[in-house]
């Protein structure tokens, strides 16, 4: 059955990547969370999607020229709606806590934020967070940068790892020969376009983004792992609906 993970949190209903959207995530019964993951000024790893604060926060610049005291001044809800106002750029840890508080028992996808800004030594601080303590979910890597894949993989091979891409037919070509790959998350036009390759593929495929209808149902219909989508809510029921047709 294709899992329904939860893109930057429930990011259509709640404002993304905040602990609201990861709580709401998880209320929906969302089987997996995606995140965004970066470094300060200061090497505090913050959960964000954009190199800057300009489209999520009341502040501008870039992640890199602020502290995290100083981030944590920012307003990340109000830009959403109101009702957020007052939300701030959560830590990794801070998610990480959130999502065992809430019971949450599925699989948390940390993409490492590497395709834009480089952030040495980002990857051995997301595991040292994670090996702090046990955690009631599972855990899979992500990035679309290879080389920050290699890194976890060397640093920790314990856990899965998967690799984002556009997919260009050579990029999903070569990494099924990648031995420490476990899963590949393509963009979804990729699908799309090649829906008896994604049939037959030798890993398991979580597209993104995932908020059609018509996607989510050629997603079930091809038995995909897993979709990324801004949606969890709407897609668990349309998958309910689907299984019971
Ligand atoms: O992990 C899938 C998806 O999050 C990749 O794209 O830009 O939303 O991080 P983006
Ligand atoms: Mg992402």
Redesign the pocket.
């Known amino acids: 059955m294709t899992k329904i993970f939860a893109?930057?949190g429930s990011k259509g209903t709640h404002p993304e990547n905040t602990l609201p959207a990861f709580r709401e995530a998880v209320r929906v019964g969302a089987d997996g969370v995606?995140l965004?993951v970066q470094l300060t000024k200061d090497q505090e790893l913050v959960v964000i999607?954009d190199n800057d604060v300009d489209r999520t926060t009341d502040g501008t610049g870039e992640i890199t020229d602020f502290t995290l005291s100083e981030i944590k001044q920012l307003d990340a809800g109000s830009w959403f709606k109101p009702e957020f106002s007052g939300e701030r750029i959560p830590t990794f840890v801070e998610v990480l806590t959130c999502l065992q508080e809430e019971g949450f028992t599925g699989i948390l996808?940390i993409?490492v934020k590497t395709d834009e800004k480089e952030y040495p030594g980002i990857e051995a601080k997301v595991i040292e967070c994670l090996n702090q303590q046990e955690w009631s979910f599972q855990v899979a890597y992500?990035s679309f940068n290879f080389s920050t894949l290699e890194n976890l993989a060397e640093l920790d091979p314990t856990r899965e790892i998967c690799h984002?891409m556009y997919a260009k037919q050579s990029e999903i070509e070569m990494v099924k020969h990648v031995p420490f790959i476990s899963g590949v998350?393509p963009k979804i036009t990729w699908i799309q376009e090649n829906p008896e390759q994604a049939v037959t593929y030798p890993l398991p495929l979580r597209p993104?983004?995932v908020n059609q209808v018509g996607d989510m149902l050629l997603a079930f219909e091809l038995g995909l792992a897993a979709i990324?989508t801004d949606y969890p809510e709407q897609a668990k029921l349309l998958l309910k609906s689907y299984q019971e047709r």
Do not use: G, L, V
């Open positions: 893109h930057r995606e965004d999607h996808n993409e992500s984002i998350h993104w983004t990324h």
